[in-house]
């Protein structure tokens, strides 16, 4: 398989999902969103023509295309069921995992994009971050009870995606009160699928970065 992936963006959930299936032979290919080159000089457009990551190509059948993190991430842990890192289909456990999932895309991921771009008036932005707050808030009274993780003992594709848009600090959103997610936020960083990550990314950016130098 073959991951499209970018700087600093929901694509290190995916990458994260990968890691803790121990499927670390997935190659990785960086997406320079604003460049337009990929690292290994394919056409992103010709992968994905609405421009954005992440990005799976599969081995099987005729090599397709899957897209959207949330579909991705579902997609590798059902997978794998024994891993634990989604519900099995059909219960309501996944039911609620994926109406998350869901919240995250649209009340968090979606909302940072148009701060961190300044696309907003000042009032549009104020409203904006009022929405980022409550809904990390949200977050942030699920694991008040002492639960390590949002859906309890186990960590899931929910909580990979939650880390990776932790965006609030380019968007100016400030959370620092909220002190469960904060330490929340922490224990997902001490993960080595994350420090794994983190590092894959880093090494393959520069990579790229030289490359375009040279």
């Given at each position: ?10 694509s ?10 121990g ?57 794998h ?23 995250v ?33 949200r977050?942030?009274r ?7 993780w ?22 100016g ?8 997610l ?31 130098a040279?």
């Amino acid at each position: 398989m073959k991951l499209y992936i970018a700087k600093a963006t929901c694509s290190l959930a995916v990458q994260i999902v990968l890691n803790e299936l121990g499927m670390d032979d997935t190659e990785l290919v960086h997406y320079d969103v604003f460049g337009k080159s990929t690292s290994n000089g394919e056409d992103f457009a010709q992968v994905n023509p609405l421009g954005y990551v992440p990005v799976l190509r599969l081995d099987e059948g005729e090599q397709e295309l899957l897209a959207e993190t949330v579909v991705i991430g579902s997609y590798l842990a059902d997978l794998h069921p024994r891993s634990g890192l989604v519900p099995a289909r059909g219960t309501l456990e996944r039911v609620r995992v994926d109406a998350l999932l869901n919240f995250v895309a649209t009340e968090i991921a979606q909302k940072h994009i148009p701060l961190m771009r300044k696309l907003l008036t000042e009032e549009g932005s104020s409203w904006t971050r009022a929405k980022l707050v409550a809904a990390y808030a949200r977050l942030d009274r699920m694991l008040q009870d002492g639960r390590p993780w949002l859906t309890g003992e186990r960590f899931t594709v929910l909580d990979a995606y939650v880390w990776a848009t932790f965006w609030h600090e380019r968007s100016g959103v400030d959370i620092g009160h909220l002190e469960h997610l904060m330490a929340y936020k922490s224990r997902i960083e001490a993960r080595p699928s994350v420090i794994k990550a983190l590092a894959d990314e880093a090494a393959l950016v520069l990579a790229h970065e030289t490359r375009l130098a040279a």
